[in-house]
C-alpha cells in the first residue's frame, strides 16, 4: 500500500455519514489521505416528497440541496482535525449513475457507501449498491451504518 488512495464516499445523512468515515479511518488508518464526499439528490425519489408537501419539484430539491450542503459542510467540518483532505459536492440525478460519474470525474481509487439496517427506502437503497457494485470499474467497500 504504497500510494496515495482517494475514496468517494456516498453520503445520506450525517449519522451515518459519520461511522462511514470513522470505519474508513479505522479499516485503513492513513492509507486513504483524501475523501470526496457526495451526496445525490435523486428528482425521482423527491417528486414523491413534494407531492406530499404541496411543493413545486424544483422547491423540494432546493431544499434537499440546502440541507445536503450543510450535512456535507458539517461532515468536512467533524474530521477536519484528521489527516483527511476532504472535499464534497451534490449532484442531482438518478443516484447510482451519479456516484459512478463522480468516482471517474474525481479519480477516485475506490467507493465507500454504508449499507442502512432497515429502513423505508431499503429496496432502493439495496439496488443502487447493486448497480454501483455492476457498473464500477474500480472496487465498491461497502460498510454497515
Not at 29 to 45: G, Y
Amino acid at each position: 500500500m504504497s500510494s496515495i488512495k482517494k475514496a468517494l464516499v456516498a453520503i445520506g445523512d450525517f449519522e451515518s455519514g459519520v461511522n462511514l468515515i470513522k470505519q474508513l479511518i479505522d479499516f485503513f488508518d492513513d492509507w486513504v489521505t483524501e475523501i470526496h464526499l457526495l451526496n445525490v439528490v435523486d428528482r425521482e425519489a423527491n417528486q414523491h416528497l413534494a407531492n406530499f408537501r404541496g411543493e413545486s419539484i424544483e422547491e423540494t430539491i432546493e431544499k434537499r440541496k440546502i440541507d445536503s450542503k450543510d450535512i456535507l459542510h458539517k461532515l468536512s467540518k467533524t474530521f477536519s482535525d484528521t489527516h483527511l483532505f476532504i472535499t464534497y459536492s451534490i449532484e442531482e440525478g438518478i443516484i447510482a449513475e451519479s456516484i459512478i460519474e463522480a468516482s471517474v470525474k474525481e479519480e477516485v481509487d475506490f467507493i465507500a457507501m454504508g449499507t442502512k439496517r432497515e429502513r423505508i427506502a431499503k429496496k432502493l437503497l439495496k439496488n443502487n449498491i447493486r448497480f454501483v457494485i455492476e457498473l464500477a470499474s474500480i472496487p465498491v467497500l461497502l460498510y454497515p451504518v
